[in-house]
T-cell receptor, first 112, second 111 residues
Framework: SAVISQKPSRDICQRGTSLTIQCQVD?????MFWYRQQPGQSLTLIAT?????????ESGFVIDKFPISRPNLTFSTLTVSNMSPEDSSIYLC?????????FGPGTRLTVL | SQQGEEDPQALSIQEGENATMNCSYK?????LQWYRQNSGRGLVHLIL?????REKHSGRLRVTLDTSKKSSSLLITASRAADTASYFC???????????FGRGTSLIVHP
């Protein structure tokens, strides 16, 4: 299993600003994943972050809006740039286990 | 992409009753997983059932899988107020560790 922490747990931000979310894992992992969960909706994969290479973004998500860093095997950041109210969501990072995924507690973002 | 769809979207029951949630999916899978999410928090993995399995138990949880109907069910027996959460199914077509999630069933268990 893996224990994942995220910072911040929640934030309220103004339109046009950016927020960087941190994800820390208690063990070394190759791939880390970032998800978005809009209110009342399912989880949507934003991107897969591999250490030492560019993140791979899913359709509908772009690097300029959601830049990701992966400086080592236990840490990643997701930045939500130039935020609008439509970015209000829970953002979750996760790592792959054997046949499952382990999730962080999420970051609840509200954009005013 | 493939997606599981849970049914019902919302379920409200009394403590002690059983809760049944269903999941349907569209194409072949390697396995199907159920996750639980407490209000606004991260997801917790509950149980995995492989495509060659038909039923699996874990404590008060029972999961069934019918690959011919492309459906699965999650039964929580003798529910407790602490079971109040959203429950998601996630399908894995194989070859990756990136499951696709459904919209979830919101379960409320009244004490």
């Amino acid at each position: 299993s893996a224990v994942i922490s995220q910072k911040p747990s929640r934030d309220i931000c103004q339109r046009g600003t950016s927020l960087t979310i941190q994800c820390q894992v208690d063990s070394q992992v190759t791939m880390m994943f970032w998800y978005r969960q809009q209110p009342g909706q399912s989880l949507t994969l934003i991107a897969t972050a591999n250490q030492g290479s560019e993140a791979t973004y899913e359709s509908g998500f772009v690097i300029d809006k959601f830049p990701i860093s992966r400086p080592n095997l236990t840490f990643s950041t997701l930045t939500v740039s130039n935020m609008s109210p439509e970015d209000s969501s829970i953002y979750l990072c996760s790592v792959a286990g054997t046949d499952t995924q382990y999730f962080g507690p999420g970051t609840r973002l509200t954009v005013l | 992409s493939q997606q599981g769809e849970e049914d019902p979207q919302a379920l409200s029951i009394q403590e002690g009753e059983n809760a049944t949630m269903n999941c349907s999916y569209k194409t072949s899978i390697n396995n199907l997983q159920w996750y639980r999410q407490n209000s606004g928090r991260g997801l917790v993995h509950l149980i995995l059932i492989r495509s060659n399995e038909r039923e699996k138990h874990s404590g008060r949880l029972r999961v069934t899988l019918d690959t011919s109907k492309k459906s699965s069910s999650l039964l929580i027996t003798a529910s407790r107020a602490a079971d109040t959460a959203s429950y998601f199914c996630a399908t894995d077509p194989g070859g990756s560790y990136i499951p696709t999630f459904g919209r979830g069933t919101s379960l409320i268990v009244h004490p």
